[in-house]
């Protein structure tokens, strides 16, 4: 099992900043990736930036490329999202998500391919 916590969520102005974070815990040792997730009011939760736990390989959901930078700490087994540039529709809880090693070799654009998640942590993006 490995237990996920989200953190740095907010209020913020369009065209601000926010840092999330996504510190894992438990068996940790078993995490092939991770990515973030988002859901607003209404809607499927939407995938957003993947990122491998061991490369520098990374992926992103074309709304948020060059605005949005995911990466890790794998000291602090922590996994970060900047977000930049935001624009009220980025509006949406934002969940972080572990890929276990049998999903090795498929970048996680879909919820089903992922095996543990956050409880999310709120970003509201004001106009």
């Known amino acids: 099992q490995v237990q996920l916590v989200e953190s740095g969520g907010g209020l913020v102005q369009a065209g601000g900043s926010l840092r999330l974070s996504c510190a894992a815990s438990?068996?940790?040792?078993?995490?092939?990736?991770m990515g973030w997730f988002r859901q607003a009011p209404g809607k499927e939760r939407e995938f957003v930036a993947h990122i491998m736990w061991s490369g520098a390989s990374t992926y992103y959901a074309d709304s948020v490329k060059g605005r949005f930078t995911i990466s890790r700490d794998n000291a602090k087994n922590t996994m970060y999202l900047q977000l930049n540039s935001l624009k009220p529709e980025d509006t949406a809880v934002y969940y972080c998500?572990?890929?276990?090693?049998?999903?090795?070799?498929?970048?996680?654009?879909?919820?089903?391919?992922?095996?543990?998640w956050g409880q999310g942590t709120q970003v509201t993006v004001s106009s």
């Open positions: 998500a572990v890929q276990s090693p049998k999903y090795t070799g498929v970048v996680g654009t879909t919820t089903r391919r992922y095996d543990y």
């Open positions: 438990g068996r940790t040792s078993s995490i092939y990736a």
